[in-house]
């Protein structure tokens, strides 16, 4: 079975809150995602994302503060609105606007992050593998000869 | 993101956390593998890293082996990234140097498949190698505490805040816009639920306020404008001509008498009349005249001069200026309470049109002993006691169509009061309350809407009003009585409106001086709705009363005196460490496009105008990163999470080399 990789960008305060609270209450959930904790979910810059679809990622999920409840105000609008544009170019890219979450999960929903976790990746076991390494290195490769 | 390896010697410290990380994570084998991987000169695992051998071992390492940065795969960093940071700091090592890799909360403890929870580890764990290569080491920044604060608004919520500051044994500057101290409170009868006398309460406060020799009123006084940032506000201050010698006046009344110029009291709501140089209420503090100059002759081409003629004490002066002066605070307390939302919103009321249509603070000053009719509950068209008083709650609240959506709080219990105290003063009268619910939730406060009911016989309606005219000498209050479904006419002499509580008038003037921010209704933002509720989100901004939202006065006091102890709290510190992990900007790179400028809610970022590019405060600065995600020349980093780092981190997650 495709075992797909999934990058997670989890805020501070909220998200990787959460994560740690479905931690502490033993939620078991796929061990797909891998997290990488940033102070707001605003400091994720659309370069990222692709960068970990090139990576290797599969799938890019990014989790913050509902809105209203952002450490920092607004960040988390701002990160609604980069990652609501973001995708549409992501579609002209050729890659599935579905590979990439947006999800707000404060630290109070460990549940809603295990869900959350195993939902997305089974939609992105569905999609398949992005495989955009492999087509990055050999256009780079084709290039080279 | 192709540049040659940074060069560090790392320490790995794999926590077993006895079986919870060790049950499902193959510790060993972590430990193991990474030995060899790039820039890891050390590896080991360890039953509890967190307990004293632990960390004792920690620090031995550290001096043993020279290292430049340690890895604790452990738990959360919310639970001890503190501890290690303090260990390595005993071994002589930058705290910004200790990176916790997160495999037990985010990982042994999600995960039961023990092959992948072991590959997941070492992910999390390269990815931190990675991380804590390019990591700096950081100092926290440092900045000095002008011991000095500043408190907008001179009611019972600033006034607690200035004693409870002043206590604390620091200077403390109150603002107050008006001509006395005392705020909304001064001007009600009695307080809910005990009914004891507002005034009593009040003038007690107002005067040990007045005679504390740290405190001191400014009394007329409004903030212009203010800059800087915490610890270190400047702020100036404009002093409104009195054009009265406060240190003079004697309060003789000389003055108020042969002033010819007649006009509404606004401390009784314009329901009796004042000169044009009055004295605000006889309790006002500071105890003098103010001649107000919209109204005086004397400040006209042609002078009237009655009042300074009369002044033995030569008090008048009819050609003081306005004067504006700067002071420097540490920090700034942001108490300038609320207004009653206008009758004129709600037309259908009739509050415009029919003089006996009155808000609560009418209300108030009419049943108090010192209003306009000594405390006897007369109507204003024509001085009758009224036989049945409508009262009608909510009026302008809890309707998200047409006006406030959120609850004012305080009606259901000070229309209670409102009922009860009319039914004292006139026993033989009805009171009559519309009610949507009643909201209790206070010590003492059902018992009190019991007593309302039970004993002193008030009607409650449940439904709204949605009609008040005039016929005759009464007034017809239609409404519907939700419970049976009905609907009613209620012939009154006199309607009490429930007003909401809103904004202050000059609130959103304020804001943009003070540059804080508020909710969509002009209440200002606490910075964590549950955990941080008496601080704005801009450091050094505290707020108190009804600023922030409506509440009733024991929780305004109760906010006010969170807020000093807040206050105190920075105060006792000798410099302010504020966080270094924020944002720079590289000069070569920025453009001076000022992207950044408007992403930051901190106002910590700003343009240069001699070099043309942005830069950054980096007291202001909160480190949210948001500009750097912004910046389209990469130009804007954040320390220890530049672009380079998260590139790095997600290389290392990612790659499919096989090492387990």
């Keep these: 079975m495709f075992e797909p990789q999934i990058m997670c960008f989890l805020c501070k305060w909220c998200t990787s809150g959460a994560a740690d609270l479905a931690?502490?209450?033993r939620i078991h959930y796929a061990p797909n995602g891998v997290n990488l904790r940033v102070m707001c979910?605003?400091?994720?810059?659309?370069?990222?994302?692709?960068?970990a679809f090139r990576a290797g990622a599969d799938g890019v999920f990014i989790g913050g503060c509902h809105p209203g409840d952002c450490?920092?105000?607004e960040g988390n609008y701002k990160t609604l609105r980069r990652v609501t544009l973001f995708s549409k170019m992501l579609q002209d890219l050729g890659i599935d606007r579905k590979r990439l979450r947006l999800e707000w999960i404060s630290a109070a929903e460990g549940k809603k992050f295990a869900e959350t976790m195993d939902e997305f990746t089974e939609q992105i076991r569905a999609l398949g593998p992005l495989d955009l390494k492999d087509k990055v290195l050999k256009r780079e490769v084709a290039k080279d000869e | 993101m192709k540049d040659k390896e940074p060069k560090k010697r790392i320490g790995l410290f794999v926590c077993h956390c006895g079986i919870n990380i060790a049950g499902v994570v193959d510790v060993e084998k972590v430990a193991n593998l990474m030995k060899d991987y790039p820039g890891v000169s050390f590896?080991?695992?360890?039953?509890?890293?967190?307990?004293?051998?632990?960390?004792?071992?920690i620090i031995d390492t550290i001096k043993e082996k020279k290292l430049d940065a340690i890895i604790v795969a452990a738990c959360s960093p919310t639970l001890h990234e503190k501890t290690f940071q303090e260990a390595a700091k005993l071994a002589g090592l930058n705290p910004y140097q200790i990176e916790i890799a997160n495999i037990r909360e985010q990982d042994s403890w999600v995960h039961s498949d023990k092959?992948?929870?072991?590959?997941?580890?070492?992910?999390?764990?390269k990815a931190h190698v990675a991380k804590a290569l390019r990591n700096e080491s950081l100092q926290p920044i440092k900045v000095d505490v002008k011991k000095r604060a500043l408190i907008i608004g001179g009611g019972v919520a600033g006034l607690q805040a200035a004693l409870d500051i002043a206590e604390h044994g620091y200077q403390v500057l109150v603002v107050e816009k008006n001509p006395s101290i005392g705020g909304k409170m001064i001007q009600l009868s009695e307080t809910f639920p005990t009914l004891d006398c507002s005034q009593c309460i009040m003038t007690p406060k107002m005067v040990e306020a007045s005679r504390h020799p740290n405190i001191k009123l400014l009394t007329y006084h409004e903030v212009e404008s203010v800059s800087g940032?915490?610890?270190?506000?400047?702020?100036?201050?404009?002093?409104?001509?009195?054009?009265?010698?406060?240190?003079l006046c004697n309060l003789c009344a000389e003055c108020e008498k042969v002033c010819p110029q007649v006009v509404p009291d606004e401390f009784n709501m314009g329901l009796s009349f004042r000169k044009a140089i009055y004295m605000p209420f006889p309790q006002a503090v500071p105890g003098t005249y103010t001649l107000d100059e919209k109204n005086c002759l004397g400040l006209l081409p042609v002078r009237c001069g009655k009042c300074k003629d009369v002044c033995e004490k030569k008090a008048i002066d009819y050609d003081m200026k306005e004067v504006i002066f700067e002071e420097e605070v540490g920090a700034i307390v942001v108490a300038t309470g609320y207004d009653l939302y206008t009758m004129q919103a709600i037309g259908e009321y009739g509050g415009e049109k029919y003089e006996d249509v009155i808000n609560g603070l009418e209300f108030e000053r009419i049943l108090s002993a010192s209003g306009p009719t000594g405390g006897v509950v007369r109507r204003p068209s024509d001085g009758k006691i009224p036989k049945h008083v409508v009262f009608v709650q909510c009026t302008g609240s809890r309707d998200t169509e047409k006006h406030n959506p959120y609850c004012s709080k305080i009606c259901c219990m000070y229309t209670a009061k409102h009922a009860m105290l009319y039914k004292h003063r006139v026993p033989d009268g009805q009171a009559t309350i519309f009610y949507i619910d009643v909201r209790a939730g206070g010590k003492g406060f059902d018992e009190f809407y019991q007593r309302a009911i039970e004993e002193d016989r008030v009607l409650y309606i449940r439904g709204k009003v949605s009609k008040i005219f005039k016929e005759g000498d009464k007034l017809i209050v239609w409404g519907v009585d939700t419970l049976t479904g009905k609907k009613v006419e209620v012939e009154a002499d006199m309607v009490v409106l429930a007003m909401a509580m809103v904004k202050a008038d000059g609130i959103p003037d304020l804001l943009r001086k003070l540059k804080i921010q508020s909710d969509i209704h002009g209440f200002l933002s606490e910075a964590h709705p549950k955990l941080r509720p008496?601080?704005?989100?801009?450091?050094?901004?505290?707020?108190a009363g009804c600023a922030h939202g409506p509440k009733d006065i024991p929780e305004a006091v109760a906010q006010a005196s969170a807020a000093a102890a807040k206050v105190g709290d920075l105060f006792a510190q000798k410099e302010l460490l504020h966080e270094p992990t924020i944002v720079t900007v590289n000069d070569e790179l920025c453009s001076g496009c000022a992207i950044c400028i408007t992403m930051c809610p901190y106002q910590a970022r700003s343009l240069d105008p001699e070099k043309g590019i942005a830069v950054v405060n980096e007291v202001l600065c909160e480190g949210c990163g948001a500009c750097a995600a912004a910046c389209p020349s990469g130009a804007a980093q954040q320390r220890n999470q530049t672009d380079e780092q998260i590139f790095s981190m997600l290389t290392a997650m990612l790659s499919e080399e096989e090492h387990v």
């Design chain 1, 71 to 73: 450490h920092y105000v």
């Design chain 1, 41 to 51: 979910s605003s400091r994720v810059d659309p370069q990222h994302i692709l960068y």
């Design chain 2, 534 to 543: 008496v601080e704005s989100l801009n450091s050094g901004f505290y707020l």
């Design chain 2, 229 to 247: 940032f915490v610890g270190n506000f400047k702020v100036r201050i404009k002093k409104k001509p009195r054009y009265v010698d406060e240190k």
């Design chain 2, 43 to 57: 590896s080991t695992n360890y039953v509890y890293v967190c307990s004293d051998p632990g960390q004792q071992m």
């Design chain 2, 115 to 125: 092959d992948k929870a072991t590959r997941k580890a070492v992910k999390i764990i």
């Design chain 1, 23 to 25: 931690g502490t209450s």
